[in-house]
Every structure is written in C-alpha cells, then in structure tokens.
C-alpha cells in the first residue's frame, strides 16, 4: 500500500514540473519572451498571484495561457492532495512499524544486542539469523536503518552510548551484547554501561588496537575480537596451510551435503541419556556425527574425549557432522534445532 502512495507521490511531482516546463516553453514560443520573462509568466499564471503581463498578449498567447490556468489548476489540486497523502500514509506507517518494533523488543528474552550494523555488526546478525537467535540491533544512522530494514532485524535508532537505548533495547534481559562500533572509545564506553546495567550479561566487544584489548577487559568485556589480526592470520594461514583452511571454510558454509559443527547442551537430556558414556550411546553409528571435544562445567576443554567420558550436567559436546546427521544428533536427544 505504501509502494503505491510512493508511486503516486512520484506522478505527483512529475506533473508539476512537467506544467512548468510546458509553461516556460509555451510562453517562450507563443509569447516570444526570453527565459526570465518566460519563467516568471508561469509562476504568476499557474500559482493565480494576479499580477500584470510582462506585456499585453496577443491571441494564441491569451488562449495558451487559459489552457496553462486551467491545466495547473487540476494538476495542482491533484498533486497536493496526493503529497499530503502520501506525508500523512509515510507518517502512519513509520508509526505502526515503530510501535510494531517495539512491542517485538518488549518480548525478548535472553536476546543478543548488537551495537553497531557496519561490516561486522551485519555479519553476527547473519550468523544470528541462521541459528534463530533472537536479536536486536542499534544503529545510529538512520539511513542504514531503512537501506537495512526488513521483517527479520529489529532495530533501534539510537546511540549506544546511551543509557536510555540499552535499556530500550532490553538489555536487563538480554543475555548477549556485542559491541561492533568502529571506534574502540564507542565500544569501551558502551562495555561500561552495559556492565553496570546487567551484570551476568556475557558482553563481546570489537577492537581495532591490541592496547585497547585489555582495557576492554578490565571495563567489563568477557571476551575481545580483533577482525583485522583475524583477517592477516587468515591470509597466512592460505599460505602455510591452504587444505586446513579450506576444511575450516567448508565449515561456515551452509548447504545440503556442508560439514557442521554444533555444541549440545548435556542440560535438557532425556533421563535415560544422562550419565552415559560415549561409547554407551555409540552416536558415530546411531548418528554419524563425530564427538570432537567435550567442554567440563569447569569450563575446560577436552579435545577428542575418551570413550569413557560420561554425559554429565552442564556440560556440553562439540560434534562434527552434516546439517542430516546434526539433526538426528538433536531429534535424538529432543533438542530443538539451532541451525536452518
């Protein structure tokens, strides 16, 4: 509906340039005036002023000029009437999508904030898409807001600086915040309201400078990205290891026959899985996923676990198969899936 208001506006002001051309050169061919002359002849006609010719006019001047009235007055009225509606429609609906946005963030729970939709900002809230991940995005650019805009990203205009936008954002109920503000300042300063406005909130910051890292630690971030440290190591990594890099790629790859790791909560396990070993549930066969590490409730890692390494609560696995078999692990063990 809106498209179509646009599409009018846009008749709307073709119209009227178009009577103010066809006016000028009207005037310029019937009336022989020159361009100023021309031009000020049309605006005091089709605008009705009122005030006197530049000079009297003669016969197909006069029935031109009664043509110009007559065609201005319908165009104008048209045009008018079609601009105010559109100002009014535009107003309308920047209002129901802002009221629709809100009560959407007013729902979230346990939702990821991204300050921030550069380079880096776009790409987690890709990522966060394709897990179906609740999330909401500050931005203080108002054009990248309605270039980005869709149904899937809900968006804040606003500073993330602020106080008042992270809490608009929901961040006492948020779980996740990352920072990807280009500036390390913005991001340091963003990393300490957020801390002082929800303490157990797990806070991811960007970085440009290794000096900034350990500033952003101490302000509160649980863990700094360096995308252009990540970006140089990458390409050597090209060079020195080309296969293990094109095997980690395919990791990040969606598609029907990709490679994918995922991590599987022992939290919400059926009853008759829990405290199983690895090698009781024989996943490879049921599965064929791979269990390739096994994180403690310490927090420590195991790196390719024993067979005898038993499902215990808050623990978690890291599995290596295909988008089919990640999906039987999950229907297996009654885990809503993560991934599209």
């Not at 045009?79 to 946005?101: D, G």
């Not at 971030?221 to 060079?239: C, E, F, N, Q």
């Amino acid at each position: 509906m809106f498209k179509l208001f646009r599409s009018k506006f846009y008749i709307a002001i073709a119209l009227l340039v178009f009577v103010f051309l066809f006016g000028i050169f009207g005037y310029r061919y019937f009336g022989e005036y020159n361009w100023i002359d021309a031009v000020y002849m049309t605006v005091i006609t089709v605008t009705t002023v009122g005030f006197s010719e530049v000079r009297p006019l003669d016969g197909e001047a006069k029935i031109f000029t009664i043509i110009l009235i007559i065609s201005s007055v319908f165009i104008f009225a048209f045009a008018i009437s079609i601009i105010t509606e559109f100002l009014l429609v535009r107003s309308t609906v920047q209002q129901i999508k802002l009221r629709k946005m809100k009560r959407k963030i007013n729902q979230l729970k346990d939702h990821v904030i991204i300050c921030g939709y550069g380079r880096n900002g776009k790409q987690a809230a890709l990522k966060l898409l394709r897990y179906k991940k609740p999330f909401v995005v500050i931005e203080s650019n108002e054009e990248v807001i309605e270039k980005e805009q869709d149904d899937q990203v809900l968006f804040i205009l606003g500073n993330a600086n602020e106080d008042e936008v992270l809490l608009e954002a929901g961040i006492e109920k948020a779980q996740v915040l990352i920072t990807a503000l280009p500036n390390d300042a913005d991001n340091l300063f963003v990393v300490l309201s957020a801390r002082q406005l929800n303490k157990g909130l797990n806070i991811i910051s960007r970085a440009s400078e290794e000096s900034s890292q350990r500033k952003l630690t101490l302000a509160g971030a649980d863990r700094t990205i360096m995308p252009d440290k990540i970006g140089g190591d990458h390409m050597a990594s090209l060079v020195v290891l080309p296969d293990l890099v094109e095997f980690v790629r395919q990791l990040a790859i969606e598609g029907k026959d990709t490679i994918t790791l995922e991590e599987v909560s022992m939290d919400d396990l059926p009853e008759k899985y829990k405290y199983k070993s690895l090698i009781d549930l024989n996943l490879r066969s049921v599965t064929g996923c791979t269990v390739i590490g096994y994180k403690e409730a310490s927090g420590d890692f195991i790196i390719n676990p024993e067979g005898d390494t038993k499902l215990l609560p808050n623990c978690k696995l890291v599995v290596l198969g295909r988008p089919e078999q990640i999906k039987k692990l999950n229907e297996m063990f009654n885990i809503k899936e993560s991934f599209v």
